[in-house]
């Protein structure tokens, strides 16, 4: 597969803060696996340091850093495959919203449920995965507001997206609530964007 970085400004830039922070990381801590301890350092997400430290901004850091090499180069490829679509799809702004959103809501998620009841409490959570759950979110709504190929696409991608969410329940280090938040937050993004889309009557997306 070809990958055309420039056309793909958003999607691109996003990986390529991934390999950064990763790079730095392994410089950092002398090692290609961080442990749960380092990850804390490089910005993870910690349930307890939102509550306490008041760390609001793991919110969005803890969606960069990755454990090791395999975590990485599978989200990076997972993203620059659903992300390039859907850059394609929307216009620069509403796709910026869309990945802000679901990342944010990657960590929420995990956030609410220990607030609530107590899941997670000494967990440590990273990496891009939730965002990309957030975009499998956003080609559900538009496969479901404008039919035509996305719902063709959303088809062919169904099977898949079972399958990630089977994988997150039944592996333990796999963030079942983090991938359910940006799943969440990737649907309401979108559905925002696209009825404020269809409100001002342009055309609902590039394609």
Same mark, same amino acid.
């Given at each position: 597969m070809r990958f055309e970085w420039k056309k793909y400004k958003l999607t691109s830039l996003l990986i390529a803060v991934c390999?950064?922070?990763y790079i730095i990381t392994v410089v950092t801590f002398g090692r290609e696996t961080m442990s749960a301890s380092q @990850?804390?350092?490089?910005?993870?997400? *910690?349930?307890?340091?939102i509550q306490y430290n008041h760390e !609001?901004?793991?919110?969005?850091? @803890? *969606?960069f850093i990755h454990f090791g090499i395999l975590h990485l180069l599978v989200n990076c490829y997972s993203l620059y495959n659903v992300g390039s679509f859907m850059e394609r799809t929307f216009k620069p702004k509403d796709y910026a919203f869309i990945l802000?959103?679901?990342?944010?809501f990657t960590n929420v998620l995990p956030y609410i449920m220990y607030f609530l009841f107590g %899941?997670?409490?000494?967990?440590?959570?990273?990496? %891009?995965?939730?965002v990309i759950f957030g975009l499998?979110? @956003?080609?559900?709504?538009? @496969? !479901?507001? !404008?039919k035509g190929v996305y719902y063709h696409i959303y088809r062919q991608l169904l099977p898949n997206i079972l399958l990630?969410?089977?994988i997150s329940i039944l592996l333990p280090n796999i963030s079942l609530w983090g991938h359910l938040g940006g799943f969440i937050g990737g649907i309401l993004a979108t559905w925002i964007v696209s009825y404020f889309i269809d409100k001002k009557k342009n055309q609902p997306l590039y394609n």
């Open positions: 390999v950064v922070v @990850a804390i350092q490089a910005g993870g997400f *910690n349930p307890l340091l !609001y901004w793991r919110f969005i850091t @803890a *969606n802000l959103i679901s990342g944010i %899941i997670g409490t000494f967990s440590v959570g990273g990496g %891009i995965s939730g499998l979110g @956003a080609m559900c709504v538009i @496969a !479901y507001r !404008y990630m969410f089977g």
